[in-house]
């Protein structure tokens, strides 16, 4: 007869330790086989639950991930940090309205969780809601005034609020207080790659590249900035280097179809960007990218249907995909309802540049526009704090104004200056103005 085992007995509690302790060793095969043990014992056990689905996100299987986090935060007392890193896990899968469901009930269960509102803060910017991203991102920043990371997510937002002497200040504060902070450096190269500050941005970007060569922005970025020196070959060559480890990550592939797009090669950037939307299919800026490649095949029933599911989804590309659709309406030489999209896109983003100076070229000025002419003329005493496709377009509608008012000598020094401003750079068209990625994440 085999004599009784005289092996101890473990506790839940020291079981869940010692997965972890073999997962923080590297040992991922011991640490899933003790965290089924626990499962088969406990069924539903959170813990066991949640430690599986980080492993899972670490090795890139994100559906995976978000099936243990997602059954892991059912139970009665899981975690606020559990909720908020499922938050994270949508946020990333492009689930955006499963994101800020989790993330509010992070911050419900615990409002002193500085990750839960802040990946609340990162879902509202990706949703296009900046004035409740700040809000969050501020409450983050009170709660951990010396955190880099802190700063830095803070002016993403700010950046997006079309506030970049604040997103500026907030980057470089951020590298004042950890000088290798490669996400900060590359979120400033976007900055300047927006303002044509060209060689700065891509000296940053470069920078955020050699501090960590697994920077997926720092590569999208790069590759921004040569687009809008007009070279190619060197935008391509940046999104090349990021293939080499992340050959289907979907922000690469939808930038590759832009930049394949933007250099006459419409056949190639549809096919990558129906690519791109078979990973993300809930994902707006896949849509709207599809758009921009179906509007220059001249394709223009899918396009208008590519940028309406674009708008309807929730992500920071709504206003440029209302743009976009105004412009294709207008090389469909349908003047009334491009107009309308201009009207419908100023009614939800008053301080739409662009929307202002598209229905100025469809639109007779009188005396009575004045507050028109007031807002434009505001951009461009504004100067570099605006993107660059935005100066030229108050220029361009401010010429078309002063036409139409008599006015020719002013007429003639704002197309002169627009002019001059197109020579010095690269001008993205309306569609895509400002399509460059977020780099949202810490």
């Known amino acids: 007869m085999p004599e009784p085992s005289t092996a101890p007995t473990l506790t839940l509690a020291e079981v869940l330790a010692r997965a972890h302790a073999h997962w923080n060793a590297g040992q991922a095969a011991q640490a899933e086989q003790l965290c089924q043990r626990v499962l088969s014992a406990w069924p539903g056990q959170p813990d066991a639950l949640h430690l599986l689905g980080l492993m899972a996100h670490a090795y890139g299987n994100l559906d995976l991930a978000i099936e243990h986090v997602q059954a892991a935060c059912r139970a009665p007392r899981a975690s606020a940090g559990y909720h908020a890193n499922l938050a994270e896990m949508c946020r990333q899968r492009g689930r955006l309205a499963d994101a800020e469901e989790a993330a509010r009930r992070a911050v419900a269960l615990d409002a002193t969780l500085a990750a839960a509102w802040n990946n609340l803060g990162i879902v509202l910017q990706e949703a296009g809601r900046f004035e409740e991203s700040r809000s969050c991102l501020e409450r983050v920043v009170a709660l951990q005034p010396y955190s880099a990371e802190a700063r830095n997510n803070l002016g993403n937002t700010w950046r997006r609020l079309a506030r970049f002497d604040l997103a500026e ?73 990021l293939g080499a480890f992340a050959p289907r990550h979907p922000g690469g592939l939808l930038a590759r179809a832009k930049v394949l797009r933007q250099f006459g090669r419409y056949d190639e950037a549809y096919a990558i960007a129906r690519d791109a939307l078979a ?14 490649a179906l509007h ?46 201009y009207e419908q896109t100023l009614a939800e983003f008053p301080g ?7 229905r100025a070229d469809l639109h007779q000025f009188t005396r009575a526009d004045e507050a028109d002419i007031v807002r434009l003329e505001a951009v461009v005493a504004e100067g570099t704090k605006r993107p660059r496709a935005e100066h030229i377009a108050a220029r361009g509608a401010l010429g078309k104004a002063w036409r139409d008012l008599g006015d020719a000598e002013r007429s003639a020094a704002h197309v002169d200056a627009a002019n001059r401003l ?10 895509a103005a400002g399509v460059g990625q977020p780099g949202a994440s810490a």
């Open 296 to 341: 220059s095949l001249g394709r223009t029933e899918p396009a208008l249907d590519a940028y309406a599911r674009a708008v309807e989804l929730p992500g920071a590309v709504r206003e440029r995909a209302l743009l976009g659709r105004a412009a294709l309406l207008l090389d469909a030489d349908r003047k009334d309802e491009a107009l309308a999209v």
């Open 352 to 358: 739409s540049v662009l929307a202002l100076a598209g």
């Open 169 to 241: 200040a907030c980057y470089r504060e951020a590298l004042a207080r950890k000088p290798s902070y490669a996400q900060a450096h590359s979120n400033l190269a976007f900055l300047l790659s927006t303002q044509g500050r060209l060689d700065e941005a891509a000296a940053e970007a470069r920078l955020a590249i050699d501090l960590d060569p697994h920077l997926i922005d720092a590569y999208l970025n790069l590759a921004e900035v040569e687009s809008a020196r007009r070279d190619a070959h060197a935008a391509l060559r940046a999104l090349d280097m």
């Open 422 to 431: 197109k020579r010095t750079g690269l001008v993205a068209d309306p569609a």
């Open 279 to 292: 990973l993300i299919p809930e994902h707006a800026d896949a849509h709207f990218t599809l758009a921009l």
